[in-house]
């Protein structure tokens, strides 16, 4: 599906969508230029997905968890420029028994998990983005 979000507000509304058909052990992709509303859309999901707390870039660190109903991680593998079996170690913790938003998953190589689905975010204006939401399986969206 591909739509044109018209503030954040709506991009979030549509990742909330995405989150309803979501389960532990689902891995997000979540690409797009800096800017383009990746961090915005992880955000709106993880709200989806039970999380009060506060959902902020991980571009100091590697990846955050937010302990909800469902477990959320969110990673941004940017500063990423090849894994290597150590360093994946690291991050597999990250995928376990959780909802797994990945910003920038083209960094992480073939180590990364299969993704159950796919966004790619593209800047329209300043307020609009295209969102568009691939998937093999029927997300209900
Ligand atoms: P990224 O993680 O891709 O670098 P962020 O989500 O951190 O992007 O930032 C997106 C920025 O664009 C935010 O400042 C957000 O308020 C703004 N923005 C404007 N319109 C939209 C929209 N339709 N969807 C998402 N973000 C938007
Ligand atoms: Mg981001």
């Known amino acids: 599906m591909e739509v044109v979000t018209a503030s954040p507000e709506e991009t979030e509304a549509l990742a909330a969508r995405l989150a ?11 690409s797009g230029e800096l800017g383009a509303g ?9 709200r ?23 477990p959320v991680a969110h990673l941004d593998l940017y500063r990423i420029t090849g894994l290597d079996s150590e360093e994946w170690g ?4 990250y995928f ?9 998953p083209e960094h992480g190589g073939d180590w ?15 307020s609009h983005r295209r969102v568009r939401i691939t998937s093999e399986d029927d997300l209900g969206l």
């Open 96 to 104: 376990d028994g959780t909802v797994a938003f990945v910003e920038w």
């Open 90 to 93: 690291d991050l597999e913790p």
């Open 38 to 46: 990746k961090t915005t859309f992880v955000r709106g999901a993880a």
């Open 20 to 30: 309803a058909g979501l389960a532990p052990g689902d891995v997000i992709a979540v």
């Open 48 to 70: 989806a997905l039970g999380f009060a707390g506060t959902v902020s870039s991980p571009t100091f660190t590697i990846g955050h968890r937010y302990e909800a109903p469902t």
């Open 112 to 126: 990364l998990p299969a993704a159950r689905a796919t966004v790619t975010l593209e800047h329209v204006d300043e």
